[in-house]
């Protein structure tokens, strides 16, 4: 039997950065979908001089150790690890769904998934 790729003490503090991470994406992601009022929503309701001022986003800051996993995914990460590491965290598909969207393998995918998580466990240093 082949060792695994990760220590299981390594793999607790990952996912728990993984998850903290997803969340805050999560919620950004979702001030880019549709707005909540439309344009002509707007009109109605405050006439033309008001729907014309710009909404603004909410900003919220992010935790620490979201904006240390932000930045490892961005700069550490292949595109191909990105893209594995966001369907793990983001997609509740089984592993050969979430394998098919990415294009590889579901071997493939385990491997790639684990390589990521390894290189953002070294850059948190955890």
């Keep these: 039997m082949r060792p695994s790729l ?13 998850n903290e991470w997803a969340v805050y994406a999560r919620d950004g992601i ?11 929503g707007k009109l109605i309701d405050e006439g ?15 935790s ?4 240390r996993v932000e930045q490892a995914v961005l700069h550490r ?7 594995v590491i966001c369907s793990e965290v983001f997609f509740p598909w089984p592993r050969e769904v979430k394998a098919r969207r990415c294009g590889v393998s579901a071997t493939r995918w385990s491997h790639l998934l684990a390589s990521a998580k390894r290189s953002i466990a070294d850059y948190l240093h955890i």
Excluded: N
């Excluded at 979702?30 to 002509?40: C, G």
């Excluded at 033309?48 to 992010?62: F, I, M, R, Y």
């Excluded at 990460?77 to 893209?83: N, R, V, Y």
């Design 77 to 83: 990460l292949t595109k191909q690890e990105q893209a």
């Design 6 to 18: 990760q220590p299981k003490e390594v793999v607790a503090p990952i996912e728990a950065a993984l």
């Design 30 to 40: 979702k001030h880019l979908a549709l707005p909540s009022r439309t344009l002509l």
């Design 48 to 62: 033309p001089s008001g729907a014309a001022q710009g909404g603004k986003l909410p900003v919220e800051a992010w």
């Design 64 to 67: 620490d150790v979201a904006e």
